[in-house]
């Protein structure tokens, strides 16, 4: 990779890490996230900063950042837009929703029907409205990242699997360290840092940095390794799904994107195999028995890397 | 990186306890005397108390294990006293291996792994050794209450297993539930395992005496009690020959020519008769005299000129059941060499009794002539010839009748009992059953009309009866019928050579054999052969007997020396064996069939062989599973600060070029692919110019970490 885009990673990296402190795996795997054109869950206990990190993206990017924070009485109508009578002209205009933004943050998805949620289903995979019968494009580029609290469980609408899929990597943050709690306690005292953020990046540069990614050669072998990985949980029998092509080919972009911010203009088996859990585990289900016999799908993906031989 | 500051794993708490337990279960059957396992109990607490653990790798281990092996050799061999308990172990054996499980439990304790989360595990499962060692034997009632204490522990020790390696990040609700949930399964298994342990244990203990029995009769004779045993019994008419049974050995037969002299050999005899039933029984024979504890060796008739040529039998008794000795009439000597005292009251014609456990052998000596009154042909005194004349007093007088009409005109006693055996065998015939109809049974048998079929007992009771109704005293016998060959020189007694006869009184010689059971009733008319199966469990048992008998042959010496030269090299052959699948954890974990170099360059795949056997050569394989990079990080992890850093340093700096040049487009970039090759030629050649480190620590094949 050149060194502008080296320049531009480290621009939005020291940038988002002046907010979100001591998460650089996470902001990392984010931005890797952002640059294979995949949208984001940030799944963890309230509090621990995702609205903030997913705040701190978008003010990052010049671009049009949008939040829909998710309620029961949500409409679809309410995320994609409608048209209204304007008694003013006597015609119907089209009002644009949330989702027609360069960064959507989606909060607390999982409190909305699952009406909702599949509104949402559409534009992410998509990245078109279809409106009245009309096709509306959204602003490229259109990156999603939603937010859901895993530990509430009543009124939450769990995400269904199809949509689930369409994510293509789930973040935990988990709490900061001592450190770094102190320092986030110290930095707020005067105001919120999210509030000096400034954009470091156009919305042209991310798109260029997209078309770049996908240079980054990926070997044969290197490919092997990601359907072998996947072919192995396929295989699994404690699994009542197994992993989607739409997930190796997640699994692929990322592992193009990491080694592009990396600095590489080819891809490590390393890659991958960092990769596996955050991109694969939200994408496998457990059967009954495997989940009450205590197996998580982290486990089951490292299983599999355990058992898959890595390409040299 | 430094890890002496770092804060040590501890084991569980509830995998501390099981160790305990199973420690303690150790002292208990050990009956207190293993002070070892005191030390081990505080040794495991002290984990939790000091923060040093012997790294992996360390000789100080093997130190600790040998040094451990030799105190608990010593320390096992203080027994305070001799358990008789059925166990597979003898007492001292429990403990030492008792001892030596707990003290490799203690090394596992001890040890440090690092990212090992099996460390637990390993401890539950040496902690289960140790307990089961502890437990074997059935006798100890603290079992009763450790056992479901230990199972207890057991489970929770596994329970924390398993939380240790969950996924520490996780929180969601689902898993939450789901742990719920299984922490609900686990309970319920905590009750279900203590119900069926105690369902188990009660069961057990209600079965001990069969079990006890199975263990004895797999290890020994599978044995026949209750048929054996009847044979000391009082003989009682009935519908049918109680005796005569299985095919089970009773007695084996060795001598020159095999066995020669009289087939019947005599166990026991009997003179008063009432109602069917011939006495007296063993209640009323203890209290005859003299019935006294006597030497090895009875009275023998040795030096006696009359003997002449004896032949020497040598008879081992091979059922269990019952405590007679087996002998002919005329024996001159019964020789117990190895077996413990006897009971005889010769007055009474025997029986001869012996407390010893079969396998046991006796000598008999039986003299070649067989009109030799041996040892248990007793004198006639007028007191028992009142006992051996004695006729029931409600006997039919046609029976006596009947004896006058079939002894007519013979005067000597050798006639009366010519005729009365030929009457019998000619007006009867044999039957293994008969109905005797009411009233005294032999009356019955003898006045029948037409006469009745019947077994040996009727027709020894009968010839006795009619002989004492003519005055000629006799009694009843019981015993064996030896006809059986069983190899050269050998002869073989089952339970179904039991025979009934009888013997009578000739004045002015002895005592003489009568048996007028019809030849088609005697045990040598056999009409079924010996089952193949039975002859191949017979010769299983042989070949276990001849173990056995080369064992107690053996010098406590001996048999220590087989045992520890088997034990070290047991030992010795496993610590070969791991080594062995430690060294190949690398090759071992290849899949076959699948190159991990597909698709690569020969000239790279050459050099990442090289660098593989660079890896090898310097004790760390790299597994298949892992990359080059994560395995070199770990490896850089946990070498200790004195190991030179080179190695490394040089491994991360070819790894970086090979990756570029396998994955990346270095080889197509001529003048730099040129460049990279011979750099990578000569960063193994300096890998491989530096001395092969083994003694490095070797990464375990854990939980994967990123590579930075």
């Known amino acids: ?141 259109f990156f999603v990242v939603a937010t859901q609290n895993p530990s509430d469980y009543h009124g939450t609408y769990p995400l269904p699997e199809a949509q689930l899929d369409r994510f293509m990597v789930r973040i935990t943050l988990g709490y900061p360290d001592m450190d770094h709690e102190m320092e986030i306690l110290y930095s707020q005292n005067d105001g919120h840092p999210l509030d000096d953020l400034d954009p470091v990046l156009t919305t042209a540069e991310v798109l260029s940095m997209q078309e770049q990614i996908r240079t980054v050669r990926v070997d044969r072998a290197i490919a092997e390794y990601i359907l072998r990985l996947i072919e192995r949980t396929r295989a699994d029998s404690r699994l009542r799904l197994g992993i989607s092509p739409r997930g190796s080919l997640a699994l692929y972009r990322m592992s193009q994107s990491r080694a592009a911010i990396e600095g590489r203009d080819f891809v490590l088996p390393d890659d991958v195999r960092a990769l596996a859990v955050p991109v694969l585990a939200h994408r496998v289900l457990l059967d009954t028995k495997a989940r009450y016999g205590g197996a998580l799908p982290q486990t089951i993906i490292e299983e599999a890397m355990d058992k898959t031989p890595v390409p040299r | 990186m430094n890890e002496k500051t770092e804060q040590m794993p501890r084991l569980p708490w509830a995998v501390t306890l099981s160790g305990v337990i199973s420690l303690g ?280 000129p009359l003997i002449g040529v004896t032949t020497v039998v040598q008879v081992t008794r091979l059922a269990r059941g019952n405590p007679l000795i087996y002998a002919p009439l005329n024996v001159s000597e019964v020789d117990l060499a190895d077996a413990e005292k006897i009971r005889w009251a010769p007055e009474y014609g025997g029986p001869i009794r012996t407390p010893a456990a079969p396998p046991f052998t006796y000598t008999l000596s039986i003299p070649a002539n067989e009109n030799i009154q041996g040892i248990l042909a007793e004198k006639m005194t007028p007191e028992s010839r009142k006992r051996y004349m004695d006729v029931p007093k409600k006997l039919d007088p046609k029976v006596r009748k009947l004896a006058r009409s079939i002894v007519a005109d013979a005067k000597r006693p050798r006639d009366k009992i010519d005729n009365v055996v030929a009457y019998l065998m000619t007006h009867h015939q044999y039957s293994l059953t008969i109905d005797p109809g009411p009233g005294d049974p032999v009356t019955n048998f003898l006045l029948s009309n037409p006469p009745k079929d019947a077994h040996c007992e009727y027709f020894a009771a009968s010839a006795a009866l009619l002989l004492r109704c003519v005055g000629v005293p006799t009694r009843y016998v019981t015993g064996y019928y030896v006809h059986e060959g069983d190899g050269p020189n050998t002869s073989i007694v089952r339970q179904r050579d039991a025979h009934a006869w009888a013997e009578a009184w000739v004045n002015g010689f002895g005592w003489v054999t009568v048996d007028a059971t019809p030849g088609s009733g005697r045990p040598d008319f056999q009409p079924e052969p010996i089952a193949k199966a039975q002859a191949f469990w017979e010769r299983i048992q042989d070949a276990f007997q001849s173990v056995r008998d080369w064992l107690g042959d053996l010098k406590p010496e001996q048999i220590n020396l087989i045992v520890g030269s088997l034990t070290i090299s047991t030992l010795v052959g496993g610590a070969i064996y791991l080594l062995i699948r430690r060294r190949q954890t690398g090759q071992a974990e290849r899949v076959p069939g699948y190159d991990a170099y597909a698709g690569a360059d020969e000239r790279l795949a050459a050099l990442a062989g090289r660098f593989e056997q660079e890896l090898v050569r310097h004790g760390q394989p790299s597994p298949q599973n892992r990359t080059w990079q994560e395995h070199l990080s770990s490896v850089a992890n946990h070498a200790s600060e004195d190991q030179p850093q080179t190695m490394i340093t040089l491994a991360r700096r070819f790894i970086s070029l090979y990756e570029r040049a396998r994955f990346g487009t270095l080889l197509r970039e001529t003048e730099d692919a040129v460049a990279a090759m011979d750099e990578m030629q000569d960063l193994l050649t300096q890998m491989e110019a530096l001395p092969a480190d083994t003694g490095g620590r070797r990464p375990t094949k854990g939980t994967l970490t990123t590579a930075a």
Not at chain 1, 50 to 55: E, G, I
């Open chain 1, 1 to 141: 990779m050149n060194s502008q885009f080296a320049a531009q990673v480290s621009r939005i990296e020291t940038n988002l890490a002046r907010v979100i402190r001591g998460k650089t795996e996470s902001i990392r795997l984010l931005l890797t996230a952002l640059l294979a054109a995949g949208h984001t869950l940030l799944e963890d206990v309230p509090g621990t900063g995702k609205t903030t990190l997913a705040k701190s993206l978008a003010r990052s990017i010049d671009g049009e950042f949008r939040r829909i924070q998710f309620t029961p009485d949500l409409l679809p109508a309410d995320i994609t837009g409608s048209s209204f009578y304007s008694p003013k002209e006597g015609t119907f205009s089209f009002r644009e929703g949330p989702v027609f933004a360069n960064v959507v943050l989606a909060d607390e998805i999982n409190r909305t029907s699952p009406r909702t949620q599949s509104a949402l289903l559409e534009v992410m995979s998509e990245n078109q409205v279809t409106i009245e019968g009309r096709r509306r494009d959204l602003p490229q580029p």
């Open chain 2, 25 to 304: 279960a150790l002292l208990l059957t050990g009956h207190g005397a293993v002070p070892l396992a005191y030390v081990y109990v505080a040794a495991l607490i002290a984990t939790y108390f000091i923060n040093a653990r012997i790294e992996n790798g360390s000789p100080v281990r093997w130190f600790v294990r040998v040094a451990l092996l030799g105190i608990a050799y010593a320390s096992s061999r203080i027994i305070d006293a001799s358990s008789s308990d059925f166990a597979l172990l003898q007492p001292w054996a429990r403990n030492f291996f008792g001892l030596v499980y707990g003290g490799e439990m203690l090394v596992q304790a001890w040890r440090y792994v690092p990212g090992n989360p099996r460390a637990p595990l390993v401890v539950l499962f040496l902690s289960g050794f140790v307990f089961l060692t502890a437990c074997n034997t059935f006798e100890d009632t603290n079992i009763r209450f450790l056992a479901p204490l230990y199972v207890l522990s057991l489970l929770l020790g596994l329970r924390s297993y398993n939380n240790q390696t969950r996924f520490a990040g996780e929180t969601s609700e689902r898993s939450r539930r789901a742990t719920t949930i299984s922490a609900r399964m686990r309970a319920g298994a905590v009750c279900l395992a203590l119900l069926s342990g105690l369902v188990g244990f009660r069961t057990f203990n209600q079965y001990r005496g069969d079990i006890t029995d199975w263990g004895n009769n797999l290890l020994g004779q599978r044995l026949e009690r209750f048929e054996t045993s009847l044979m000391a019994e009082q003989p009682s008419l009935g519908q049918s020959f109680g005796l005569r049974g299985s095919p089970v050995r009773v007695l084996r037969l060795t001598g020159t020519e095999g066995y020669a002299g009289d087939p019947h050999l005599r166990g026991m005899s009997f003179d008063t008769y009432t109602d069917g039933t011939w006495g007296p029984g063993v209640r009323e024979r203890a209290n005859l005299t003299p019935n006294v504890e006597s030497d090895l060796r009875l009275p023998t008739g040795v030096g006696n």
